[in-house]
C-alpha cells in the first residue's frame, strides 16, 4: 500500500495570487441557507422597483433576446473557496438599467437585491454599474443548476459571493445602506475579498 506520508491531503496550488485567507477550489460547491428554489423558467421574472414611477420587468424570452455578454471571473467565498477562470453568460445589469430608462443619475446610492424565497442582500449602485455586475443563465457553457440559483442568478463578482444572488428576483433602491439576510446576521456590508472584509468590524 502507498502511503500519502503524515501531511495527508494537500490543497492544490492556485496558478496566481487568491486573496488572503482563502484556498483553491477546483470544484464548484453549493452553498444555499434553506432550500433551493425551484424557479421554472417560464415563470422566472426579474423585477427593477422604480419608486413612484412603477417597475419594470423582465421574463426569460426577455432576457434571450438582450445582448448577451460572456464574463470569465474568478470567485471568492466568505467560507474561504475560492474558484478561478469560472465561465458564465448573461446579460451586464447596465443593460437593464438602459431598458429601465434609468440614466447615470439613479438618485439612491444603494439597492436590495431579492431573491425568490426571500434572501437578500445590499449592494452600493456603484458596485454594479459599468460591467461589474450581470445576470447570468449560464454557468461553463450550460443553463444554471437550480442549487447553483438557476435558471437565472446575479453574479457580483468583485465582492464576496454572498453577494450574488441565486434565483434572482428584483432590486429596489436605497436611499441609505440596509443589511441584506448575511449582512444582518454577522457578514460585512460590503465584502471586498481583497480586503478580508469578511465580518462586521472587519
Ligand atoms: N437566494 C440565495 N442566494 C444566495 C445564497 C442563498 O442562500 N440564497 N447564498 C449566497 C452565498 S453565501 C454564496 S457563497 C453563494 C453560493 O453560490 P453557489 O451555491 O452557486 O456556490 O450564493 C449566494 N447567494
Ligand atoms: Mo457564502
Not at 425551484?38 to 419608486?51: A, R, Y
Request: glycine share 10%; proline share 6%.
Amino acid at each position: 500500500m502507498l502511503s500519502r506520508g503524515f501531511s495527508g491531503f494537500r490543497r492544490p496550488q492556485p496558478p496566481r495570487e487568491i486573496p488572503s485567507g482563502q484556498y483553491y477550489e477546483t470544484g464548484f460547491p453549493v452553498l444555499t441557507y434553506g432550500p433551493t428554489e425551484k424557479v421554472p423558467q417560464d415563470e422566472w421574472k426579474f423585477t427593477i422597483n422604480l419608486g413612484e414611477d412603477g417597475s419594470k420587468s423582465w421574463n426569460w424570452d426577455d432576457l434571450m433576446a438582450m445582448p448577451q455578454t460572456e464574463i470569465h471571473t474568478d470567485i471568492h467565498c466568505v467560507t474561504k473557496w475560492s474558484m478561478l477562470d469560472s465561465d458564465w453568460k448573461g446579460v451586464d445589469l447596465d443593460v437593464f438599467f438602459e431598458q429601465a430608462g434609468l440614466g447615470d443619475d439613479i438618485d439612491e446610492d444603494y439597492l436590495m437585491v431579492r431573491s425568490f424565497g426571500g434572501y437578500t442582500t445590499n449592494l452600493p449602485v456603484a458596485d454594479v454599474r459599468d460591467g461589474k455586475a450581470f445576470i447570468v443563465h449560464e454557468f461553463d457553457g450550460k443553463g444554471i443548476t437550480m442549487e447553483h440559483g438557476g435558471p437565472v442568478r446575479m453574479i457580483v463578482p468583485h465582492l464576496y459571493f454572498w453577494k450574488s444572488a441565486k434565483w434572482v428576483e428584483s432590486i429596489r433602491f436605497m436611499d441609505e445602506d440596509a443589511p441584506g439576510f448575511w449582512e444582518a446576521n454577522g457578514y460585512h456590508m460590503y465584502g471586498d475579498p481583497w480586503k478580508e472584509q469578511r465580518y462586521w468590524g472587519d
